[in-house]
């Protein structure tokens, strides 16, 4: 949470005008259409494609169905495109389809002899259809389909390219089969109202279906899913199938998934809630006991645990000298006495020089464990990921899931990223938010120590303004956090970060911005947002030090929002 400075690039309005492009509806494909794409799902490599500048590849993951997809990475001036030449008929019409995600991702057509088509989206970190239409000339016989990315921002990720049409004679893939039966059925983590399940890819599948007690509940297209509305304490029977275009699998094995009971000490959260971070150790702010912190504050965040010898293995201990002889009786006491008067106290892992790497899944269940074992011993009511060197999105979702299993519904799950980790759905960050939605408490963004930053329109904001507060967060709350998952963090006093400080006026302006419409700049959020969470401050010791300005000021305004 200390000083960290990141040098940034950011696009000029012209890329916004290129990315202008509008999506043509989707024509409906008459029963003897066919498939002229070739090597469609890129299983027999690069065949029949040509990537520029040699941008694209094969991986086997992610994939969409099959075993293989494409990755074409943007590099310098080149976008990275990759294309083919199809057959096709004269004076016949075509529906051109791909699943793309990741970066940036184009799909078009050239050489149609009437009007070219593109269409396009924004990264994503699931797989996304694009689709579009169009007509071949008097004398076309065959055109170019091509996807590419765009310049400077990461790899994008295609499979199942499809020209569906008159069969323009070039040859076609072969068509789909019925799937075989998910192997693989596990319980990944369970709460007092919900399972988690986790199973191996189905070559050849397009989605699966999740199936409670013989009774569909849901479909999704990876190889995970979390069943919500569940009972406490009761056994549920689960078992899945994959789909595609001809068909679904035979059921899998079944598995049976727990639910825990209720737990957890003391109230919920309010919906509105004010977190600050109390620091362990002393850097010239007031040094404060947990007791010390000032009673606005209902997650007090304590910064923070520090990594082990054991990948992924955190621990926590208190400074007791650095603090003026606080012992590690008096901390427990003082952490029952916060939760007792209605506050959440978490351990926060990370800071600016945190070391602590969750990156395969043998550290995933060491941070899961390790974190749990604080919990017990300090009693803490959960979490806080501050890891600002980047994380993993695939295991700290892994490592997060399994703590949530061990802790139970009432876990408290924080994180502070920085602007450039949520400017995007596919950033890490983000993946990570989205990814553990079900469970997540809430994400305070860090807005301070940054550049200038995109904001959900599109335009660039410099720090230390409303408009930067309520651009930034609208990149969040439209990209699919819940608002009570939606937290502002600002520094408590100018001594509290290296840039970015705003006076506590600001902060409430913003607040009052995004939940009911007034007090903003001159960015106005598409919709207001009143069940946003509230606001979070590095720290408590530099409020404590600046005579509780900010505690004083945006504590009663958090807390008294609609």
């Known amino acids: 949470m200390s000083p960290h400075r990141r040098s940034l690039r950011f696009w000029s309005g012209a890329v916004t005008a290129a990315l202008a492009l509008t999506v043509t509806t989707v024509g409906q494909a008459s029963a003897a259409d066919v498939n002229n794409a070739r090597n469609a799902g890129f299983e027999s490599g690069l065949s029949d494609w040509t990537c520029s500048a040699g941008s694209g590849t094969t991986v086997s993951s992610p994939v969409r169905t099959g075993a293989a997809a494409l990755r074409a990475t943007p590099s310098g001036q080149d976008n990275a495109r990759c294309a083919q030449s199809v057959r096709v008929k004269p004076n016949s019409t075509y529906t051109l389809g791909a699943w793309v995600r990741g970066g940036y991702a184009y799909l078009g057509v050239s050489g149609t002899g009437t009007t070219d088509v593109s269409t396009w989206t924004p990264d994503s970190s699931s797989w996304k259809q694009l689709s579009t239409t169009f007509t071949t000339g008097s004398s076309t016989t065959s055109v170019t389909v091509y996807t590419h990315g765009w310049y400077g921002q990461s790899a994008y990720y295609a499979d199942d390219v499809s020209v569906f049409g008159p069969d323009g004679g070039g040859g076609t893939d072969p068509g ?77 094995a079944a598995v049976t998934g727990t639910t825990t009971k209720p737990n957890g000490p003391g109230p919920a959260l309010p919906k509105h809630a004010v977190t600050g971070y109390w620091q362990n150790f002393d850097n010239g702010a007031t040094v404060q006991k947990l ?121 408290i799950i924080t994180m502070a990223p920085q602007t450039i980790d949520m400017q995007s759905t596919s950033n890490s960050y983000f993946q990570t938010a989205l990814n553990i939605k079900d469970i997540l408490t809430v994400v305070n963004m860090q807005y301070y120590n940054s550049g200038s930053m995109l904001g959900c329109d599109g335009k660039v904001y410099s720090q230390g303004s409303v408009d930067f507060l309520t651009a930034l967060a609208c990149i969040q709350l439209e990209g699919g956090l819940a608002p009570s998952q939606v937290g502002l963090g600002l520094p408590a006093s100018t001594r509290g970060a290296g840039s970015g400080y705003v006076s506590p006026t600001v902060v409430n302006n913003a607040l009052d911005c995004l939940t009911k419409g007034t007090g903003c700049g001159s960015f106005k959020p598409p919709r207001t947002y009143p069940g946003l969470r509230g606001a979070m401050t590095w720290s408590t010791n530099w409020d404590a030090t600046a005579g509780n300005a900010w505690s004083n000021a945006v504590g009663p305004h958090v807390h008294g929002l609609p």
Not at 224 to 239: I, N, R
Request: aromatic share 8%; no cysteine.
């Open 291 to 411: 007791s010390d912190v000032q009673s606005q504050y209902d997650i007090i965040a304590v910064a923070f645990a520090d990594a082990t010898s054991t990948p992924g293995a955190v621990t926590f201990t208190l400074d007791s000298a650095g603090l003026g002889g606080y012992t590690v009786d008096q901390f427990k006491a003082d952490i029952r006495a916060k939760q007792a008067a209605g506050k959440k106290v978490i351990v926060s892992v990370g800071g600016e020089r945190g070391t602590v790497a969750v990156n395969d899944a043998a550290s995933a269940t060491n941070f899961a464990n390790s974190v749990y074992s604080v919990m017990q011993t300090y009693g803490f009511d959960g979490v806080d990921i501050d890891l600002e060197n980047g994380l993993n999105a695939t295991y700290m979702t892994q490592a997060l899931r399994s703590l949530s299993a061990k802790a139970g519904s009432s876990l």
């Open 176 to 252: 789909p089969t019925i799937p075989s039966a998910p192997a693989g059925l596990n319980v990944s983590g369970t709460s007092s109202s919900s399972v988690s399940l986790a199973w191996n890819a189905v070559s050849g599948a397009t989605g699966y279906t999740v199936y409670r007690d013989g009774t569909k509940v849901t479909a999704v297209s990876g190889t995970s899913a979390t069943v919500t509305g569940l009972a406490a304490s009761t056994s549920y029977s689960f078992q899945v199938t994959a789909t595609n275009g001809a068909g679904e699998s035979p059921k899998s």
